[in-house]
């Protein structure tokens, strides 16, 4: 049966969880009154929660700052108040938002090395001659990868029948009747993998998707089979 934390939260108060990795954090700043005893369960186990009345900003070691989180989530199952614990002084909280604050700047940096390195690598596809035999645009749906894979399969195959169809939006499926060597299959695979653009993430337990430079130029598929 759940049973939230009624014990007071304020600044400085030590909070743990195991959400997206962030781990301990520090409350350091709280909005509203608090109405612990108005939080209740809506399913079984307390993973949805509803109730509560204040929110908080909550600072995490990790480098990750949660902003305004509802009351009923603080004091739900995911989520641990270390009321047992020192409260965190003025010095901690500012030392740990500083860190947050670098953090965030390098992921952005990050992120901007990235796409500057995606986009000359778009442009250097473009004219690259080695890939003049394709062909070039913008499009996810499959329908350009199985023409660029036929081509990219008859120059490396040329002696060899292959069946490429995009049963459906997004999947593309490859289907050869000849025995192939597991030099050959290598290279198949190695063709086709550039066109797939569907892949699981086991870190957050979900199939997602994520073009390439040689995808945005050449075209993609969520699901390449073969």
């Known amino acids: 049966m759940f049973v939230p934390s009624l ?3 304020q600044v400085g108060t030590r909070v743990y969880t195991h959400l997206y990795s962030r781990g301990a954090g520090i409350v350091m700043a709280v909005y509203g009154k608090e109405s612990p005893t108005t939080v ?10 509803s109730g509560g009345s204040a929110s908080y900003d909550i600072v995490f070691a990790c480098g990750s700052i949660s ?7 603080l004091r ?40 500057a390195e995606h986009a000359a690598e ?7 001659p080695d890939y003049a035999h394709l062909e070039q645009g913008d499009d ?40 192939l060597d597991e030099t050959a299959t290598e ?5 086709t993998s550039r066109f797939k653009s569907g892949y699981y993430d086991w870190q957050s337990d979900c199939h997602l998707t994520s073009n390439s430079p040689w995808q945005d130029v050449f075209g993609s598929s969520e699901f390449v089979s073969d």
């Open 40 to 49: 209740r369960s809506l399913s079984r186990g307390g993973a949805i929660v």
């Open 140 to 179: 996810s749906s499959g329908t350009l990868a199985a023409k660029n894979i036929r081509r990219m399969l008859k120059k490396a195959f040329p002696k060899v029948k292959f069946s490429v169809r995009k049963s459906h939006y997004g999947s593309v499926t490859v289907r050869t009747e000849e025995d």
């Open 67 to 73: 902003r305004r989180l509802p009351e009923a989530i």
């Open 187 to 191: 290279t198949l695979q190695a063709i």
């Open 122 to 128: 778009v442009a250097a596809l473009r004219v690259n």
């Open 76 to 115: 739900g199952v995911q989520w641990r108040i270390e009321a047992d614990k020192k409260l965190a002084s003025a010095e901690e909280i500012a030392f740990l938002r500083t860190h947050a604050e670098e953090v965030e700047a390098e992921k952005v940096a990050a992120e901007a090395r990235a796409k």
């Open 7 to 9: 014990v007071p939260i």
